[in-house]
């Protein structure tokens, strides 16, 4: 197995796999894959000798599917959402992750994908009511999209950071993650405007300057979504999908 990042400012992930090798990605999620590329999808209860892996992340789901080369070497690829970084990562069980829930995009097939934090963000319409950072586990390599530029915090024991919580791209998984409130105006709602995240080491912390909102139909922030377009005669931004 052999991966390469082609591009810069916005790069995709190359998977080079000899014959019979195998990565796990999220079904349909692929970019581009050579005809010795076979997919085989998930299903809801997972074979464990197939490779099909089903993880339930609160009210959604990530499916993932083993990606393999048939007969010969072939090479799959993953494209970036947002321009930022691909990132490569090890991972073991005393060695797991937290990503924002769009970050995943491959691991070889030891990895598995869960969810590692949730917390409801209120009730507003600007964002999705669900924070949710998947927990990178098992053992192997995965892959992380992060948007933007990308900053990296260590945090000794006892020492915490607090930001707005779609800045957070990754942190080590002995990194703790709370949510606090601004208080809010007599009278007002609090909602996720209100709302910061506090990151507890010991651990790493990676923050992205462009965060892409986690929902499961991928809206961009609200300050990013209001340099594009609005649909003639409509009221407000579409959702991009």
Not at 128 to 139: A, D, K, N, S, W
Not at 190 to 198: G, I, P, Y
Not at 209 to 219: E, I, V
């Amino acid at each position: 197995m052999h991966d390469q990042l082609l591009g810069s400012t916005q790069p995709v992930l190359s998977i080079s796999l000899e014959s019979g090798e195998s990565i796990v990605a999220e079904t349909g999620e692929f970019a581009w894959m050579t005809d010795s590329i076979q997919m085989t999808a998930s299903l809801a209860e997972p074979d464990p000798g197939s490779g099909e892996l089903h993880r339930t992340l609160g009210s959604s789901s990530l499916s993932l599917s083993a990606y393999t080369a048939k007969d010969s070497p072939g090479t799959i690829a993953f494209a970036s959402r947002l321009p930022g970084s691909i990132m490569s990562i090890q991972v073991a069980p005393e060695r797991e992750y937290l990503v924002h829930r769009r970050a995943f995009l491959a691991g070889t097939p030891g990895i598995e994908v869960s969810t590692g934090f949730q917390q409801s963000l209120g009730t507003g319409d600007d964002h999705p009511q669900e924070f949710i950072l998947l927990r990178i586990g098992g053992r192997g390599r995965a892959w992380v999209e992060l948007s933007g530029d990308v900053v990296r915090r260590d945090l000794a024991a006892g020492l915490s950071l607090r930001t707005h919580p779609w800045h957070i791209g990754m942190s080590d998984a002995s990194v703790a993650v709370q949510m606090a409130a601004l208080q809010a105006a007599p009278g007002g709602a609090v909602n996720d405007a209100h709302l910061f995240a506090v990151l507890s080491g010991p651990g790493s912390v990676w923050l992205q300057s462009m965060p892409l909102l986690a929902a499961p139909q991928g809206r961009l922030t609200t300050s990013q979504a209001h340099y594009l377009p609005a649909a003639e005669g409509a009221a407000g931004l579409a959702a991009p999908r």
